[in-house]
């Protein structure tokens, strides 16, 4: 029932930009805490942002002041808008629900920071 599909990401240089959106459905999208993951290579799975469902945004420190989540609950999509992108951010993401595990995660989408 519930299901999670992310896209938007792509190839792109150091220092560019991407915009990732996820459609949300199953389940009451706008009083969940919704959050976007990445998981790189032989990595662990990590929270990168998180939104609450009025708003309240928090960042890992490794993406403040880069990335910004923003929702639109209207639509049951939440937002990824990645600046000065590093090829350390290389990795596929996620989004889902933080405080629900498991999570039925979605297809995940692939960023990759390269020159």
């Known amino acids: 029932q519930v299901q999670l599909v992310e896209s938007g990401g792509g190839l792109v240089q150091p220092g560019g930009s991407l915009r990732l959106s996820c459609t949300a459905s199953g389940f009451i999208f706008s009083i969940n805490v919704m959050g976007w993951f990445r998981q790189a290579p032989g990595k662990q799975r990590e929270l990168v942002a998180s939104i609450t469902g009025r708003g309240k945004t928090e960042y890992d420190s490794s993406v403040t002041g880069r990335f910004t989540i923003s929702r639109d609950n209207a639509k049951n999509t939440v937002y990824l808008q990645m600046n000065s992108l590093k090829p350390e951010d290389t990795a596929v993401y996620y989004c889902?629900?933080?405080?629900?595990?498991?999570?039925?995660w979605g297809q995940g989408t692939q960023v990759t920071v390269s020159s």
């Open positions: 889902g629900r933080p405080f629900v595990v498991p999570e039925n």
